[in-house]
């Protein structure tokens, strides 16, 4: 195995979560990769600790081996991070996975839209995150032009056919129910059926209250989508 930037053993896993029921919703049980390093700054970001693309003590190879010894256990692994599509070995590192015979799903904020086209060919289920109205995106994430990186990819996701979900973390501080009831008319505009609204959780793990969960608010939205999921803390 070559041991260059793109070389599988390059990517950088920051943890593991061996057994999870929610974050794959097509498969009846999956294995999380949280790969390290993001290049935005979402305040509220749950795994700040991933945003940092430093070297990790998880090496690829014996998070690979773990995989491989879940088979039969679990149907599916998840890429989530921190952002995977900026880990450059993150094609060869699903590809591997999909050759013992796994089925993959993504979790990504669209950050970088050219990796997101060239992966999903392999991937069969994408959790998409939606920041804020696309206008409003780098008061979310802190990094300029990503509303217009998030809305080619999510673009592109579309187009691709593979099955989807958007969703959106609400941090009170910076999203108020116009954004929300903006960013759901705009998603239903471009043909999006699934979404989900999150609750996010303060310092002490505390839900942070927002009136976008006020039960009348949460039917306006509903309407706008053939699925929608609240997920509260
Ligand atoms: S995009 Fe995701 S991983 Fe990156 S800072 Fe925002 S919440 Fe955290």
């Known amino acids: 195995m070559p041991s260059g930037r793109n070389s599988v053993n390059s990517i950088i ?6 057994f999870t029921t929610i974050d794959f919703p ?14 935005w700054r979402c305040p509220y970001c749950q795994n700040r600790l991933l945003q940092p693309a430093k070297n990790s003590k998880l090496s ?13 256990f679990v149907e599916g692994v998840v890429f989530s991070g921190g952002e995977p599509l900026i880990q450059p070995a993150i094609m060869e590192g699903i590809q591997q996975v999909r050759a013992e015979g ?5 979790h990504t904020s669209g950050a970088v839209p050219r990796v997101l086209e060239k992966v999903l060919p392999l991937v069969d289920w994408v959790g998409f ?3 804020a109205p696309f206008a409003k995106y780098e008061k979310v994430t802190f ?11 999510l673009n592109i ?8 979900e958007c969703r959106t973390t609400v941090y ?6 116009d954004d929300i009831l903006q960013i759901a008319q705009s998603l239903r505009e471009i043909g999006v059926k699934t979404y989900a609204l999150q609750e996010c959780f303060d310092k002490e793990r505390l839900p942070m209250h927002s009136d976008c969960f006020a039960p009348e608010f949460l039917q306006k939205i509903e309407q706008c989508f053939q699925k929608f999921v609240v997920r509260k803390v």
């Open 172 to 177: 009170p501080k910076l999203l108020q129910q």
């Open 102 to 106: 796994f089925r993959v799903a993504l």
């Open 13 to 18: 896993v920051g943890g593991l979560s061996p």
């Open 157 to 164: 996701l579309i187009n691709s056919g593979v099955e989807f």
């Open 143 to 153: 990094y300029g032009g990503s509303g217009r990186l998030a809305q080619t990819s």
């Open 60 to 72: 690829w190879k014996n998070v690979f081996k773990e995989i491989c010894q879940r088979k039969g």
């Open 129 to 131: 995150d939606i920041k």
């Open 26 to 39: 097509t498969v009846t049980s999956a294995f999380v990769v949280f790969c390290q390093g993001c290049f």
